[in-house]
């Protein structure tokens, strides 16, 4: 995480500021259970809120940083800092618990925050695909495999291909957002000893999670390790789909290209020289969030009831993960909403082939109309090659075909050069896409 | 997959056997549907199902590869010999679709049935761990955090902590089975130009698989990331587990020992030399159902409607990472059904220390009494101290304390030391992980 | 490692004739010094080249699965089955040995061979770079940044930068062998308790290694770890140079292509359908050999004096990574070697721009004419957007532009768009790649 | 790369200030060529040196950054505030050169500045680990495998096995920082069109660089993965140890901890509950540089001449790679210096399964007294497994055992358990693995 590749909403959620009031929160939360089932005065709980639910500004920081030096452990520093504020009831704070259950319930917070903004991330970049994809499902493209022209398709199709891997993403990062958002306030070793159940469960209903049903001072790492392995798969798609325009954006394709501002300069004299920046630059940031799954993995296999090698690993890329993530999706956001399109480009690229990628649909119609497979297959092959290879047009060609005349007239042959053949499904496959939206 | 970690049943999905098999009902299902449309005759549809529906023998398999040798196109030496089965209608086999169609949706009823033996597998393992943990519930031993003695818990608390990672892990491949069951069967670019999108829709309904809402030649490769990342995050469970039984058989715990039969020799003359080498194995094998996952997420980004770059990756990972795993849940449910677990060894560790584990709960105990925490402090880390340098017993040591026991009579010490106090709350924390499964 | 993606010589290494052979010759040349050392007699170790120097045939290596079956050990089954060929004197085999002196040992021998096969594949790769760089040296193409058109370079200049990275990749294998070229015979922790050093530097002369300086039972994992990890660097730069020629056979751009038998189709009638999937294949294969550097990371952190989980690990990685490699290395020999060039075509793509890509080169000489940089740029600019948009040579709009025409005439404007001026570097830069060849 | 894990002098590394003070170097030494060459006038090199040689203070960085607002483009933004302080000269500054040019070339000091810091800080652990090494190579303790008593070998061995390692390692980065370390200043697509290949000759003479031998506006990124790469080999090696001092420290075992200075708390009133943070810290610290290597591994295979994918990851990895592996080495050096060894504990443990160790040893001896291997195993087992079940001594046991008796009489058992049979070999291993320091 670097702040190039920022945005603030995000960062923030990782600063200190919010990292203790969400601290405040559990402990504050807790003490109103402990007070319910009478282990402190109902007076000690109302004394907390009253004295401590105040932001954590700068001062307020660099006191418990001042303190934390001293101290050397964060969670006592906080607390102390905290009794300055409470008066004489803060010692019934923190009671029966563990250090841990405060700064593991929190990081489930802080992930559930994160989450939330991913979300909104992905329904902003799924309302700009699905925006673009409905104005462009006309705009006839040649598809490509492996890099060459196949048969047609429109650019809507291939923008709400798009659309449904992120719907997908969408369901992946609620299930994950899931599987992370439990709370556990159980003690040293998970068994409850010193603190009732009931805190953990008051606490967890306070802060919107579930509690979490086997502890062991920290919450397993496993549900983590599906977060961040989550947000590698939409790394995956995010990277996808700034390859597509990548490739797009091509000199010799130029069917699509990043949006430049009119002052914008490109990197040289040359108007031509509009690199795909943005794209080249998720593409990069893709590759970084899918590194952060491995050590997330890895956390996995704790020795016994924990050790605390997750936590660094945590720190570094709890934030990364999620602020990276964040970036990419609005930058792909941005470049989707604003991309220009070319279709009289996608238009000449198809058609630069002098309509070949109809020979299939030529060697069907042959095939019906009388002649063995074989034979339509040499009669089909004899023109497309001296079409690829002289430029002349594959549909006159065929026409000056004596064995093809025999079997198809020339206006039979127009009729399979008809682009609307490609394209018929077209709302049937946006329909199926976007059936769900409804 | 190599032979030595392999189980049959999950090894013979990816053999060709059951490959052309599918490869067969994929088609004769596309002619059911076709002939339904009209599009070939009711009677060829029928002459299919007639002539090929049989096993593929190695002398079938033999013969298709050889005929690949000449054709250097698997799906077209597959038909060439299907149709010799079939007869003249053969010609109405495959109408409208390309390979990858046949391919992509044959790959996908592999990995539901590979997920339907790894989740038989996860069950296993579930059964195993459940029995054991209701078994064990009652087997104190010492908590370790950092690898230090902490506070008591049981052994059946362990065991339910893992239960509960390998519960959620079944929800998670649960999930992504269900995103890796899609039926495409689109034609060339995933527009349906040359065949009716309901064809896909019965081929799929057949199948047991939902229809690609938007296929591109190739399914989408995102579900297959999801699907090994979370292959990924189950071995990471798998590791976690293993690492505790081999720290639990190190010499100098001695609480819990992978199963010897009787004739099994250590290695060597030393009976002590009973070596964790199953689970140590288990360790190495998640390490490589992890690696999987990176060329899975890789795979993601094709260029454009698609490129092969994944094909070569799903070759491998495809048996690879599935077999593994199958291979590595059978060898752990075997490990903890046979785990030999030594409850008195337990007990010797957790009291190794002479009652140390519960200079918390007497530091707590003196405050209530009136002590100041500091003083309470003092008087508990003075006493702990001593009984840590000397081994003298810390609950004995505390009884001759003058200042201590100004606070707590003898009778009240000893109370402290009673070890039902740590785990009264087995049965909760049992019933909350075990709660779904009434 | 699957037969599809393999090479039999490579495939060889990891099969049971070599490893027995090879575990034999460590045995007997062990015996040979621990019989120098009078430790047994001399007759013992002649007795064992004797009866036991010759072929592991399918039959042995049956016999040795078969005891292997009853005493699950493999060395011992393997030494059983040795005794049956040597006599009496077999009792002086592996004597104060410990079966990871013969497995670590063997697997040394197992890589280097491995490291010889792939020094010789890079080998092929080099000179089929270096010839094909050489020839084409003086095709000019145009450069690409981002995807975007730049300036003019060569054909040959681009195959020379991917021979520098062959060769680099050449380095850092040669390095990354010796790392892993060791011999370890140190007995049971590495202590040489029960045998003498001298038999650990008699073997190691004997098999082209060096003695481990420090062993414990295993030789240390951070060896192998950078063996893998220079494996993944190599799998990077087949990527790269893949990735290249995938580029370049796009239809759009057609400057290179995979060459195709005279025989093979294309995968349709359509004769443009030349895709290529070699090179598709080899990034997905670069995919898979990056994916086995991580596990071979992870084991270097083993337990104490060893733990096996390194064990199933490598019986994975070491055929898989090498066989994929060499695998890979040999199919991109091959491309290269036969790849097509079309010299006309990178003309025509370099062209396609009017010659745009010398904006930068006319504004430079504009300023030296004499032109303020700010107006220079905006007179370059006018000229290179009209020329973008219209279509229209920029070279002859630079001429019609009075402005320019005030600084630089006609034959000065002509002067700028010489080619040549691009590419009097090349044989510099040929040089300083091929130098150290000569 | 957060604060909490971070060291000034590597930080510092990548702070602008260093980064433009680098950026200056580049630009004034290429003019110094530029003016030996003729292509610039001598004054105007000697103007820029004059002018711009001065720190870059927090104040000129500010107004680099605002001008980077404007311009959107850093290099631009840097040549503009250079120009004010060295007047109209600065006109021929950058002259020829493309950004690239400068920010790879930069890329390439900075990288080797923190190879050199990195360099240093292996060294500091090798000479920590050679002093402990040698202090305690006589200290006893036994060697496990699997977690499970093997045979003895001493504490200095062990760290005389992490020397060696990180010996290797030191000769690995040495490699990979000569692979970073070269200059290019090749121009828009490396074909020194516009600049001559003696200026990048001089500057890279100058900063300690090679010239680039083929640069394709970029210099190629196999330099960088092989870089990382080896960071991430060195991060296994830390975590090696780290696991190793984390076992010792084990409550069971002791027989090593991290120093706890005088006043540092426990984490609990509990004095043994000291956890072995630093060494677990490093673990993680270990997963975040291991991950650090994927997306160095990806970036080699950029489009064409060059696209600008790998500048967000290393923008990222760049800094957390090096600066985390700086402080994880550091750390490791202070622990390493200040560990707490008991050899009490040591020999308490080793002996603590009564010379079981030893059996090996009393089975070959007895087979040279006579015995078959058959029945002197079952002796020994006998009573090594009533010694095992008992806790009775083995070495008593032998001696009461009338078939074992009639073999080995009570001072040749006794010889059988001396500890020096196994460590007489400890100053051959040392030699050889402090052999080149000498």
């Known amino acids: 995480m670097i702040p190039r590749y920022s945005r603030k909403e995000m960062a923030d959620i990782w600063e200190p500021a919010n990292r203790f009031h969400i601290w405040f929160l559990i402990e504050a939360h807790a003490c109103d259970a402990l007070a319910d089932l009478g282990v402190i005065p109902k007076e000690a709980a109302k004394a907390v809120w009253?004295?401590?639910?105040?932001?954590?500004?700068?001062?307020?920081?660099?006191?418990?940083?001042?303190?934390?030096r001293v101290t050397k452990h964060d969670v006592i520093a906080f607390l102390t800092e905290l009794a300055e504020h409470i008066g004489p009831d803060s010692r019934f704070v923190h009671q029966g618990m563990t250090s841990s259950d405060v700064l593991d319930t929190c990081l489930a917070v802080q992930m559930t925050q994160a989450a939330d903004i991913l979300l909104a991330d992905l329904d902003r970049v799924l309302a700009a695909l699905k925006k673009r994809a409905i104005e462009t499902k006309e705009a006839i493209c040649i598809g490509r495999s492996h890099g060459i022209h196949a048969e047609p398709t429109t650019f809507g199709v291939k923008l709400a291909g798009h659309y449904a891997a992120f719907k997908r993403n969408r369901d992946r990062?609620?299930?994950?957002?899931?599987?992370?958002?439990?709370?556990?306030?159980?003690?040293?070793?998970?068994?409850?000893?010193?603190?009732?159940?009931?805190?953990?469960?008051?606490?967890?209903?306070?802060?919107?999670?579930?509690?979490?049903?086997?502890?062991?001072?920290?919450?397993?790492?496993?549900?983590?390790?599906?977060?961040?392995a989550t947000l590698a798969v939409i790394a995956g798609s995010i990277e996808n789909l700034a390859i597509e325009i990548r490739h797009l954006q091509?000199?010799?394709?130029?069917?699509?290209?990043?949006?430049?501002?009119?002052?914008?300069?490109?990197?040289?004299?040359?108007p031509h020289k509009r690199n795909p920046v943005l794209t080249e630059n998720m593409t990069g940031l893709a590759r970084m969030i899918r590194a952060y799954a491995l050590p997330a993995l890895e956390n996995v296999?704790?020795?016994?009831?924990?050790?605390?090698?997750?936590?660094?690993?945590?720190?570094?890329?709890?934030?990364?993960?999620?602020?990276?993530?964040?970036?990419?999706?609005?930058?792909?956001?941005?470049?989707?909403?604003?991309?220009?399109?070319y279709p009289e480009n996608m238009l000449a690229n198809l058609n630069s082939l002098g309509g070949l990628h109809n020979s299939q649909r030529v060697?069907?119609?042959?095939?019906?109309?009388?002649?063995?497979r074989e034979d339509a297959y040499k009669a089909?092959?004899?023109?497309?090659?001296?079409?690829?290879?002289?430029?002349?047009?594959?549909?006159?060609?065929?026409?000056?075909?004596?064995?093809?005349?025999?079997?198809?007239?020339?206006?039979?042959?127009?009729?399979?050069?008809?682009?609307?053949y490609h394209v018929k499904h077209v709302d049937t496959i946006l329909d199926r896409v976007f059936a769900e939206d409804a």
């Open 363 to 372: 060697l069907l119609q042959l095939t019906q109309a009388g002649m063995s």
């Open 250 to 270: 091509r000199t010799e394709l130029r069917e699509a290209e990043e949006y430049f501002s009119p002052g914008q300069k490109g990197s040289s004299a040359m």
């Open 173 to 228: 990062l609620l299930a994950a957002r899931a599987d992370i958002a439990t709370c556990a306030i159980s003690g040293a070793v998970g068994t409850f000893a010193n603190i009732d159940p009931r805190v953990e469960e008051h606490v967890a209903a306070k802060l919107g999670l579930t509690p979490e049903p086997m502890s062991t001072q920290v919450i397993p790492r496993d549900r983590h390790a599906a977060f961040f």
């Open 301 to 341: 296999a704790l020795w016994h009831e924990r050790d605390i090698s997750h936590s660094s690993v945590e720190r570094m890329i709890g934030p990364d993960a999620t602020v990276t993530l964040d970036f990419a999706l609005n930058r792909l956001a941005g470049v989707v909403e604003n991309l220009v399109v």
């Open 50 to 68: 009253a004295g401590g639910d105040k932001p954590y500004t700068d001062e307020r920081i660099a006191k418990i940083d001042e303190i934390e």
């Open 380 to 420: 089909v092959q004899r023109n497309a090659m001296e079409s690829w290879k002289t430029g002349k047009s594959f549909q006159n060609l065929l026409k000056a075909d004596e064995e093809v005349a025999r079997h198809l007239q020339d206006d039979a042959i127009d009729a399979l050069f008809d682009l609307g």
